[in-house]
């Protein structure tokens, strides 16, 4: 009797460490928010940009998005497609004719707790009277905050997208 309880004793001690270290393999956060630079490349005439969002938060929209299937991101996984489509659904830029421009997907890059989303998009004139849609996540999060930082010469503008302010004019 004492070796069953020992014996079950020790395999409730593995059971916790493993539930332990499962539930630590990815850093948790209690804020919702992903920060875009955009940045004027006149040489190219595009507008660079770089999104920085939470990996798990990115993956849960993502899964939203298509079915509930399941999805982790690594710099060598087969999601770029997903990515894509899910961005270009979630980010959009309009010139002041309100003419939406194609928004180039270059690819992404994965770090510890982060994923780098690049984007481009052919810009020309200045960015006045121009309009960005930014509502990544905010279907997966309602405190998701988006924000966006803008790079025009020697001027900077920053920008908050939220649930309820989906769209801005820069």
């Known amino acids: 009797m004492i070796q069953r309880v020992k014996?079950?004793?020790f395999l409730f001690q593995g059971l916790v460490l493993v539930l332990i270290l499962l539930s630590s393999a990815r850093p948790k956060h209690e804020y919702h928010v992903s920060v875009a630079q955009m940045q004027f490349n006149a040489?190219?005439?595009t507008l660079e940009i770089s999104i920085r969002a939470y990996t798990d938060d990115l993956e849960?929209?993502?899964s939203l998005a298509n079915e509930k299937r399941r999805f982790v991101l690594r710099n060598d996984d087969q999601n770029d497609p997903y990515v894509e489509k899910y961005l270009k659904k979630h980010f959009a830029l309009a010139d002041p004719s309100r003419?939406?421009?194609t928004v180039q997907y270059i690819g992404k890059e994965?770090?510890?707790d982060v994923t780098w989303l690049y984007l481009e998009v052919s810009f020309s004139g200045k960015p006045e009277g121009w309009?960005?849609?930014?509502?990544?996540?905010?279907?997966a999060f309602d405190d998701q905050v988006n924000m966006v930082n803008v790079k025009w010469g020697g001027e900077r503008k920053t920008y908050?997208?939220?649930?309820?302010?989906p769209v801005q004019a820069l």
């Open 7 to 9: 014996k079950a004793f």
């Open 43 to 45: 040489p190219q005439k």
């Open 60 to 62: 849960k929209g993502l």
């Open 99 to 101: 003419q939406l421009r």
């Open 110 to 112: 994965q770090e510890v």
């Open 131 to 139: 309009v960005l849609r930014h509502d990544l996540l905010t279907e």
């Open 160 to 165: 908050l997208f939220k649930k309820s302010q």
